[in-house]
């Protein structure tokens, strides 16, 4: 069955640190990738995507992912992290690229905090 | 991005009891979903609301648990019906649109969820 796994599940950070998130998943073909992120509150929103080419995405607020086929890797990083970045992360997959798009496949989300 | 909203923002329902959420959207969209988080759990795609015929249902969702209607193209609702306990969960929709417009093709956008508790 496909699956999206993060690691992580509970990171622990001081401001400055640098991050960096796993996200495995498991499926052959084409897909789409996706960080989401949930500030404490708040909805769930688009922190970055990959779809085609430079497999070094970049997102909002400095977020960045680094796609690796061979790996089935979609990380995120960060250099330096802020207060501001403590959120519950998700990384999606869409398995099957091609026209409006269908069900996205998430990963059970890493809680990040960010100690001042 | 377009501006989702839900109602209700959050409940508390009786065992037996049904439940319809609400999701608006300020412009039209090509696609909306329902997806379900349970506690301490991922998101899950409960169906896909398609506009002028019967919602697609993912593997474990059934149309009697959860009737979706979508009468156009920027409105949609989930109803949760027969509330168990097992239903306390975070309901949220989805929208995917048309490239060009203010919701990119191939890239969801999430409403704020339904906070559903059953007793």
């Known amino acids: 069955a496909q699956s999206v796994s993060q690691h992580n599940h509970h990171v622990i950070l001081s401001e400055a640190a640098s991050l960096e998130l796993g996200c495995n998943y498991s499926y052959g073909g084409t897909v789409n990738l996706f960080w989401y992120v949930q500030y404490p509150g708040q909805h769930l929103q688009l922190l970055l995507k990959?779809?085609?080419?430079?497999?070094l995405v970049k997102g909002i607020k400095g977020f960045e992912a680094e796609f690796i086929k061979s790996k089935f890797s979609f990380n995120l990083r960060k250099p330096s992290v802020q207060w501001s970045d403590t959120a519950e992360y998700f990384c999606?997959?869409?398995?099957?690229?091609?026209?409006?798009?269908?069900?996205?496949?998430f990963g059970t989300g890493t809680l990040l905090a960010v100690q001042p | 991005s377009a501006v989702i909203s839900q109602k209700p923002s959050r409940d508390i329902c009786q065992r037996g009891t049904s439940l319809t959420i609400q999701c608006q959207v300020d412009s039209q969209v090509t696609m909306m979903f329902w997806y379900r988080q349970q506690p301490g759990q991922s998101l899950t795609l409960i169906a896909t609301a398609n506009q002028g015929s019967e919602a697609t249902y993912e593997s474990g969702f059934v149309i009697d648990k959860f009737p979706i209607s979508r009468p156009n193209l920027t409105f949609s609702t989930l109803t949760v019906s027969n509330m168990s306990p097992e239903d306390s969960s975070i309901y949220l929709c989805?929208?995917?649109?048309?490239?060009?417009?203010?919701?990119?093709?191939?890239?969801?956008?999430f409403g704020p969820g339904t906070r559903l508790t059953v007793l």
């Open positions: 990959y779809f085609s080419g430079d497999p």
């Open positions: 999606a997959v869409n398995p099957g690229y091609g026209g409006a798009t269908n069900k996205l496949i």
């Open positions: 989805s929208v995917e649109g048309l490239a060009g417009g203010p919701v990119l093709a191939d890239t969801q956008y």
